[in-house]
């Protein structure tokens, strides 16, 4: 890990904590010259909205994912995934195309005493958090998504307004307050909402 980070609680979910970055810095300041294209920039060291959002509902909402199998898209640092554990999901496994991601989510996810497995069911249920912050990530998202959708899985998502959210194809369940890194956002917290495909 290039950068230190600290066990710190989850400020939308408390009940959560993970290892993130501990002081005011953006994403790309905190790799500055070590920024290479072919590997992801650490997302995982944040608590995005999304993802903070996600989890909240989660938490809040047990019967979402109690018993079932879950599966976190995109899981940044865990902490949907982390939440659907602590909410008594069956199964949760943590997707990623970065392997830091993955390895940081299974880290937090031993932090807050859960366990994140690939059950080898299907999952029921799709979390996928901040996942719509560029046209091609977007597209990309949507397509899994739907093929998700077809398969008639529970897609919810957490979304704070990035710009490339496909709002047609989703209905609104929730929104919250998330608190952000100014840092990170340029705002002290993001209006989010938990959205679940159509």
């Not at 950068?3 to 953006?26: N, W």
């Not at 989510?105 to 979390?127: E, K, Q, T, W």
């Not at 990309?140 to 093929?147: A, E, N, T, V, Y």
């Amino acid at each position: 890990m290039p950068f230190p980070t600290k066990l710190l609680p989850v400020p939308l979910a408390p009940e959560i904590s993970l290892h993130l970055v501990d002081r005011p810095v953006g994403l790309f300041e905190l790799i500055g010259e070590d920024y290479r294209s072919d590997r992801p920039p650490p997302f995982w060291a944040f608590a995005w909205a999304g993802g903070q959002a996600l989890a909240r509902y989660v938490l809040d909402h047990p019967e979402t994912v109690r018993g079932k199998t879950v599966e976190d898209l995109a899981t940044g640092s865990g902490v949907a995934a982390i939440a659907a554990a602590l909410a008594g999901a069956a199964a949760v496994s943590a997707t990623d195309v970065d392997p830091e991601a993955v390895a940081a989510a299974h880290r937090n996810a031993a932090a807050n005493h859960v366990a994140l497995r690939h059950s080898g069911a299907d999952p029921g249920v799709i979390l996928a958090g901040d996942v719509f912050y560029s046209p091609t990530v977007a597209e990309q998202m949507s397509r899994r998504l739907r093929q998700h959708r077809r398969k008639q899985r529970l897609v919810l998502v957490g979304d704070p307004g990035r710009g490339y959210f496909p709002e047609r194809l989703f209905e609104p369940v929730a929104e919250y307050t998330v608190p952000v890194s100014v840092a990170l956002e340029e705002a002290e917290s993001l209006a989010t909402t938990v959205w679940r495909m159509r």
